[in-house]
T-cell receptor
Framework: AQSVTQLGSHVSVSEGALVLLRCNYS??????LFWYVQYPNQGLQLLLKYLSGSTLVKGINGFEAEFKKSETSFHLTKPSAHMSDAAEYFCAVSEDNDMRFGAGTRLTVKP | GAGVSQSPSNKVTEKGKDVELRCDPI?????LYWYRQSLGQGLEFLIYFQGNSAPDKSGLPSDRFSAERTGGSVSTLTIQRTQQEDSAVYLC?????????????FGPGTRLTVL
């Protein structure tokens, strides 16, 4: 069965700094990979997803992620953090009707 | 409505009581999912409905948990004889077809507190 590991339950960056949230997956088949964001007291919303094709995926709010098969990774990045990016971020891998989520990374942005 | 809605938003109950949590998916979405989010943990899959097919109940943690989906739309998650460890946020999501490539659209969740 597929699984996801998110390295770092908490990440803190300064406003304007690079954001890097790490995600590694395991899957027995070519994976479908997702990043979701959860703002306080809200449900999750999709940031971006990789299904096939170009390994660099661009999402909303300036985020992007790169699928690296050799490293089984799908790290999320944003060149310059904004205060509004403070939230919890979940990586997920999907097979059949089964989506498995990582434990989440809480991003704090310092002024 | 435009998105997935859940009710109630907060539920406080006493140990041993039964609770019902409701989910209204996006109109036309055939797939519906329930997840549990405990403090500091990721999302734990509970149950999946797809159209008229038998639900995938493989994630339900005990026989105290059950769910139904009436008319292929609204879903109710029922927890009988609640325990303190059931305290969590229960999230519902829907997707258009249930395909693994589909985006899941989440409701705001129901925060359940068992005293």
């Amino acid at each position: 069965a597929q699984s996801v590991t998110q390295l770092g339950s908490h990440v803190s960056v300064s406003e304007g700094a690079l954001v890097l949230l790490r995600c590694n997956y395991s899957s027995s088949v070519p994976p479908y990979l997702f990043w979701y964001v959860q703002y306080p007291n809200q449900g999750l919303q999709l940031l971006l997803k990789y299904l096939s094709g170009s390994t660099l995926v661009k999402g909303i709010n300036g985020f992007e992620a790169e699928f690296k098969k050799s490293e089984t990774s799908f790290h999320l990045t944003k060149p310059s953090a904004h205060m509004s990016d403070a939230a919890e971020y979940f990586c997920a891998v999907s097979e059949d009707n089964d989506m498995r989520f990582g434990a989440g990374t809480r991003l704090t942005v310092k002024p | 409505g435009a998105g997935v809605s859940q009710s109630p938003s907060n539920k406080v109950t006493e140990k041993g009581k039964d609770v019902e949590l409701r989910c209204d998916p996006i109109s036309g979405h055939t797939a519906l999912y329930w997840y549990r989010q405990s403090l500091g943990q990721g999302l734990e899959f509970l149950i999946y409905f797809q159209g008229n097919s038998a639900p995938d109940k493989s994630g339900l943690p005990s026989d105290r948990f059950s769910a139904e989906r009436t008319g292929g739309s609204v879903s109710t998650l029922t927890i009988q004889r609640t325990q303190q460890e059931d305290s969590a946020v229960y999230l519902c999501a829907s997707s258009s077809t249930g395909a693994p490539t589909d985006t899941q659209y989440f409701g705001p969740g129901t925060r359940l507190t068992v005293l």
